[in-house]
């Protein structure tokens, strides 16, 4: 499972932290810092997709692979498919991974963990999840769940669905999705030409889409979700987290 590919997708245009993968955490810029995580993951090739040269070239100056895409993508995984036929156009590579380019603590563990459901024939999209031990993520919209089912690999769910309400009704646990995503090649090829699905728009998830479609997803349960970097807010904890860091080393 070590043929892999992982792209992060970046670009500056972000309405509520403009020029976001730029903004310094630890020292770096916060898309320098998902590098490192992905290629400390040693899965794969680690490229960064981007529609802007001052995140090419912050990359490029750490020693990291950078390719500019174009500026009209309606979502990463558009980005990330661009960025595979340029890199990798002998499609050497069997599985894509797109990492999210606001995770600067991201473990890496987690990419590896994100692959594994590809293991098993007949899986075409693989992704994370960890169990919701806080009570006001329950009623979350903003957390997205899994309603999944369990297969014959211990950690590991199908996905039936995906929404932002509570769901599955009744006693058992409920699992906080990680929007990690591991593809066969094929898989993803297939997904970029789908239009959007019903309820893709209603739930605004575009993992709806391949589900809609007959897509099989599986989820690796992990114990972990990473910080995610999308407000002002956010951006204090991941810059908190690299100062304990680099305090107690």
């Not at 310094?24 to 802007?52: L, S």
């Not at 692979?65 to 036929?85: L, Q």
């Not at 509570?166 to 997904?191: M, S, V, W």
Request: hydrophobic share 45%; proline share 7%.
């Amino acid at each position: 499972m070590r043929n892999a590919l992982i792209v992060i997708p970046a670009r500056m245009e972000a309405s509520r932290l403009p020029g976001k993968p730029m903004l310094d955490i630890g020292g770096e810029p916060m898309i320098v810092q998902v590098w490192r995580r992905a290629h400390e993951a040693e899965v794969g090739r680690v490229v960064v997709a981007t529609d802007a040269e001052e995140i090419a070239a912050a990359v490029r100056a750490v020693g990291g692979e950078a390719v500019m895409t174009r500026k009209d993508h309606v979502s990463g995984s558009d980005r990330v498919f661009e960025a595979i036929n340029k890199v990798d156009p002998e499609a050497e590579a069997d599985f894509i991974v797109n990492v999210q380019g606001d995770l600067p603590a991201l473990d890496p563990r987690l990419v590896a963990a994100c692959i594994e459901p590809l293991a098993t024939k007949g899986v075409h999209i693989a992704t994370l999840a960890a169990e919701i031990n806080e009570a006001s993520e329950r009623d979350n919209p903003n957390v997205v769940k899994v309603v999944g089912t369990p297969t014959n690999t211990p950690g590991v769910l199908r996905a039936l669905y995906f929404t932002r309400a509570t769901a599955p009704f009744g006693d058992g646990p409920l699992y906080h999705h990680i929007g990690i995503y591991a593809f066969r090649r094929p898989a993803l090829e297939k997904y970029v030409a789908l239009k959007p699905s019903a309820l893709e728009i209603r739930e605004r998830l575009e993992q709806l889409r391949a589900l809609e479609d007959g897509m099989r997803i599986d989820v690796r349960i992990v114990d972990t979700v990473p910080l995610g970097v999308d407000t002002p807010a956010d951006l204090e904890r991941a810059r908190k987290v690299f100062e304990n860091k680099q305090q107690f080393g």
